[in-house]
């Protein structure tokens, strides 16, 4: 098990070293790892035994290695595995681009339905080896995964420049909005990746769009979605409009844990 807590507030509440002790006697966990807040301290073994750098685990079936030391967050997103899942249904037989792919989460769902072609594009190269393996761990052709290391602003200009078409477009970036201040300009940020992705879908594609700010309101995420098809002068049907999983909950009274937003849109023209 993995565990960050995000505030020193939260640092100074929890009884981690107990949280430990239970997850290992209750849940049956061999070694629990904390991994720190602060960018400049490495994370540490709080109980159980010594582990590898990465880790084998398995979702929905499917394999994945997780650097759990170095990775982002706790190594690995477990809040998009049911949204993972649902993209299988448009996948088979598709070309698929996975942009901000990280280790191809999304790039081993769509290749495990029967994707003809996945290509997944991320600024981190360790995070694109990881990918690599992930995509040969389920036993998926090697021919049909490419993974580049490229600003994800920049392929998808490109790509628009040189008339490539994708069946499956899938934009997971990381938060555009830490602070309420950033609204406005992450907001615009989005409008221009959703609109680059639209571009590039050819018709009766899907373009899968996702935000993990807690700053962004479903409406407002909406919102984006439609400028931005419409800066790519598209129309666009919404299929499903989706968030975090149950293991995810929520204050009713606290609309900003509600944080993860999951649009998929199918282009009509």
Known sequence: AVIKLDSTGAEAFWDIDRIAELLIEIAGINSVYQRLKSKDKKGKLIAGRSLPEEVEVIENGLKFLVNIKQGQKTGFFLDQREN????????????????????????????AAGAKQVTTVDLAQPALDLADLNWLLN??????HTSVKADAFDFLEAQKQSGQLWGVVILDPPSYIHAESHLKQGLNAYTKLIAAGASITSNGGIVCVASCSSHVTMEAFLKCCEEGVGKARKTARVLGVYGQPADHPSPLVMAEIRYLKFVILKIIS
């Open 84 to 111: 993972r899942k649902r993209i299988q249904s448009f996948t088979q037989n598709a070309k698929v681009l996975n942009v901000f792919g990280y280790t191809g989460g999304f790039s081993v769902y769509a290749g």
């Open 139 to 144: 036993d998926l052709p090697s021919d049909s």
